[in-house]
């Protein structure tokens, strides 16, 4: 049988999806973590070890996690990603795709470059310019979101709301991340999640959080909503604009009633989104995946596309 590695540490209800949609197409899916694999450049081998791929590399590989550790492991896991992309492998988000999104600067940088409208973002190391930066925001009336520069599910946000909060302004591994917080429209806190695969949204819902972050991790709720051609169009020119695959788009509805890109999600869950939609995510990314690159010859859904 023709094989599929997914790269994960904990594969979970998605990894169970993506096995079941790539087995009705004839491929098994391996689980694989990417702190097991290396670099085997010699005479006589492949030139990259894979547990279960010893013999045979998979013919693509889906990513849906990246463990994080130091510098340099992180460095050998985007390595095997672009290792296997060099040897023809589809990769899917490859590692350039990881590198631009697990990165919230380099995000937030090429968001503001391709003219989408995104926060005030502010990336540093010195830490006296960072308090000025966050107390001239504060004397100005705007609020300040702190954020570890690699992160995801809410973890390590704080906000920043007035002075006495600059005491808790921290570096993460002596790097500042710091965005303007962006007040949503109407009552509450919530966002937009929209899921983009291949240039289309083939889906959305609102996250309302119980405070001021939205997401699901953090016990927001799910609520299906029908996209509209501009948020959709947002969510699939981000995308474009970080060059992916797939993604999750996280857009918030500001009290002036613009839309506002936040987050690009490389790996993004979808579990929350299916509980309040009838899209079957993983079939679609597995039928992306196969028909793009595998020349199966799957057929795309009819969604908004953007070029």
């Known amino acids: 049988m023709r094989r599929i590695a997914i790269f994960t540490d904990d594969p979970g209800w998605h990894g169970?999806?993506?096995?079941?949609?790539?087995?009705?197409?004839?491929?098994?899916?391996?689980?694989?973590?990417?702190?097991?694999?290396?670099?085997?450049?010699?005479?006589?081998?492949?030139?990259?070890?894979?547990?279960?791929?010893?013999?045979?590399?998979?013919?693509?590989?889906?990513?849906?996690?990246?463990?994080?550790?130091?510098?340099?492991?992180?460095?050998?896991?985007?390595?095997?990603?672009?290792?296997?992309?060099l040897l023809g492998i589809p990769v899917y988000n490859d590692g350039r795709a990881i590198e631009r999104s697990v990165d919230k600067g380099m995000t937030s940088f090429l968001l503001q470059r391709a003219g989408l409208p995104t926060p005030p973002t502010w990336v540093l190391r010195d830490p006296e310019e960072a308090r000025r930066i966050a107390e001239n925001e504060l004397r100005n009336g705007h609020l300040l979101i702190s954020k570890p520069l690699f992160g995801s599910?809410?973890?390590?946000?704080?906000?920043?709301?007035?002075?006495?909060?600059?005491?808790?302004?921290?570096s993460s591994r002596g790097v500042y991340y710091l965005q303007r917080f962006v007040h949503a429209a109407g009552e509450g806190y919530h966002d937009h999640r929209v899921f983009v695969i291949n240039?289309?949204?083939?889906?959305?819902?609102?996250?309302?959080?119980?405070?001021?972050?939205?997401?699901?991790?953090?016990?927001?709720?799910?609520?299906?909503?029908?996209?509209?051609?501009?948020?959709?169009?947002?969510?699939?020119?981000?995308?474009?604009?970080?060059?992916?695959?797939?993604?999750?788009?996280?857009?918030?509805?500001?009290?002036?009633?613009?839309?506002?890109?936040?987050?690009?999600?490389?790996?993004?869950?979808?579990?929350?989104?299916e509980s309040v939609c009838d899209v079957n995510i993983a079939a679609l990314l597995a039928e992306d995946l196969l028909g793009r690159y595998l020349g199966l010859g799957c057929v795309q859904p009819p969604a908004i596309e953007i070029r």
């Not at 599910?153 to 921290?170: A, P, S, Y």
């Open 16 to 85: 169970r999806q993506l096995t079941q949609a790539f087995a009705e197409h004839g491929y098994r899916a391996e689980y694989v973590s990417l702190a097991e694999c290396r670099l085997t450049p010699a005479p006589g081998q492949l030139p990259l070890w894979i547990p279960g791929f010893e013999h045979a590399l998979p013919e693509a590989a889906f990513v849906r996690g990246v463990p994080g550790g130091s510098l340099e492991e992180v460095v050998l896991y985007l390595d095997v990603l672009h290792a296997l992309k």
């Open 199 to 273: 240039g289309r949204a083939v889906a959305a819902m609102r996250r309302r959080g119980k405070s001021w972050l939205n997401n699901v991790a953090q016990g927001a709720e799910c609520e299906w909503i029908e996209a509209s051609a501009e948020l959709a169009e947002l969510a699939v020119r981000a995308t474009l604009a970080l060059d992916m695959d797939y993604a999750g788009v996280d857009i918030m509805l500001d009290r002036d009633g613009r839309y506002t890109v936040i987050e690009v999600n490389s790996v993004p869950a979808w579990k929350g989104l």
């Open 153 to 170: 599910q809410g973890e390590g946000i704080r906000r920043i709301e007035k002075m006495t909060d600059l005491f808790w302004l921290t």
